[in-house]
């Protein structure tokens, strides 16, 4: 397992609602490929969407991202933490 | 305050004790701009690090990275979230 931070792009506006919606979704589906998804942070001004996740690769949180309706932009292995 | 990601580009290669003495530069003199980091994640193979702050603007972030020797690329309020 490995952390990824991806990252969406073009979400100006997004409100509290819409980020936890997305959010639930994600985690709706998030046992069948693997992945567990911790957090997301939304800078509605600038409409950027980062969100910390677990997976067993990149694919599998594309593959979440993608169900779930909201696809990501960029996604990387954070394979360094502090 | 206000919850920051701030990104840094450039930093392929960056190696775990890097990281760590950066974060340690920016825990030593944080207190002095009232900012508080919590995590750094990096991405080694693409060179990019996201931090996550608690501070009382964007300035003050902006300044304990310009001050501990690494400037960030892009500052982020992200007042959602999840």
Do not use: N
């Amino acid at each position: 397992m490995t952390k990824f931070m991806d990252v969406h792009h073009g979400m100006a506006g997004i409100t509290d609602q819409q980020l936890r919606d997305a959010h639930d979704a994600d985690l709706a589906i998030q046992a069948e490929e693997g992945v567990s998804f911790e957090h997301a942070w939304a800078d509605p001004a600038e409409g950027v969407v980062y969100c910390l996740s677990e997976a067993p690769d990149a694919e599998a949180v594309k593959r979440v991202h993608e169900r779930a309706g909201h696809p990501a932009d960029e996604i990387h292995p954070v394979t360094l933490a502090v």
